[in-house]
């Protein structure tokens, strides 16, 4: 019976020492080559894909949002009750313009002095005339003078004097004015101030006397001239409260106030020359130089042209009856149409 071969057994020892020093000879593998890791921006994709993470972001950024809106406090609804409050509490802590205060500032613009100029020579055969008429009919000697004070007197007869001033208002923008008729009638030369201070001569270019108007086109105006705006009087009654602006005695522009005392009054001049129909009497105080002013409502408004008081003594001041030319019949002597 055959035997199977035997083997020595240093040669397992010696392969396995072989095999040993093969493994030392062999470089070792690194951790990547064994199992490469995926990198954090691979991770972050990964956990993005996730159904479940995205709804949770979700729902995350909605709690957030929703205690956002709960923590702002919730606008209130504005009713006519709080705009009520608001507009009294304001009354109460700030001073106001009064009515007449604002139709001033309205009317300021468009008001303007009138100054009426005539040569002293003319002025003297005048006043000579007058002298002459104003003699006491029983006795023959001149009636006492009115009060005031005297007149300075000029020098060289081709010399102008101050006839007369008066107040005329801007009704068209480009220097068409308003005043009365005895404020220039007669005068050499006629002179207008506009609110700016600037100076420019006028002449007339139109009269209603049966109404004692004038109608003035001044050589300049100013840049920013601005006429005054003219209302209907169909609506205007008795009580309405209006304000007289002018240059009474010279002074201003001056501002009274008062209301309108009547409608559709009738005026006879002193001397008895001339009778006014259709006029609106009123309160507020005027005096000489208040004549061709406007009589304005409490929106700046013209309604009238002051043009007459009432006084039955020489002194003629204001007693409290003043009368206006209602502005339809002064638009009609500048040519504007009705209202």
Do not use: C
């Not at 002194?315 to 500048?334: C, D, H, K, Y």
């Amino acid at each position: 019976m055959r035997r199977p071969a035997l083997y020595s057994s240093s040669r397992p020892a010696r392969a396995a020492a072989a095999q040993a020093a093969a493994a030392d000879a062999a470089p070792a593998a690194t951790p990547a080559e064994a199992k490469p890791p995926s990198s954090r921006r691979s991770r972050l994709r990964a956990a993005l894909a996730s159904p479940v993470l995205m709804w949770s972001a979700i729902l995350l950024l909605g709690a957030a949002l929703a205690a956002s809106l709960a923590l702002q406090p919730m606008q209130r609804k504005l009713t006519q009750e709080h705009i009520n409050a608001a507009v009294l509490k304001t009354m109460e802590t700030q001073v106001m313009p009064s009515e007449y205060a604002r139709a001033y500032d309205n009317i300021r613009p468009s008001v303007v002095r009138v100054i009426s100029y005539v040569k002293k020579s003319r002025l003297k055969e005048e006043e000579a005339k007058l002298a002459k008429e104003s003699k006491d009919p029983k006795t023959g000697k001149p009636k006492p003078k009115p009060l005031g004070p005297a007149q300075d007197d000029v020098t060289g007869a081709n010399d102008e004097v101050e006839n007369g001033v008066g107040t005329g208002v801007v009704i068209i923008d480009k220097g068409v004015i308003l005043t009365n008729l005895h404020v220039v009638n007669g005068a050499d030369r006629i002179k207008v101030v506009f609110h700016d201070g600037l100076e420019a001569t006028a002449t007339i270019t139109g009269v209603q006397a049966e109404n004692d108007l004038a109608v003035l086109q001044a050589s300049k105006i100013p840049d920013d001239m601005i006429a005054a705006t003219m209302r209907s009087t169909s609506d205007l009654a008795p009580g309405d409260k209006v304000l007289a602006v002018g240059f009474p005695f010279g002074i201003g522009p001056s501002a009274s106030g008062g209301i309108v005392s009547g409608l559709g009054r009738v005026f006879r001049s002193p001397e008895g020359k001339q009778e006014m129909k259709n006029l609106i009497q009123f309160d507020a105080a005027a005096n000489p130089g208040n004549s061709g002013g406007p009589l304005v409502t409490m929106d700046g408004e013209v309604v009238g042209i002051v043009t007459a008081i009432l006084n039955p003594t020489s002194a003629r001041t204001f007693l409290g009856i003043g009368f206006a030319v209602p502005i339809e019949n002064a638009a009609s002597a500048a040519g504007l149409p009705p209202f």
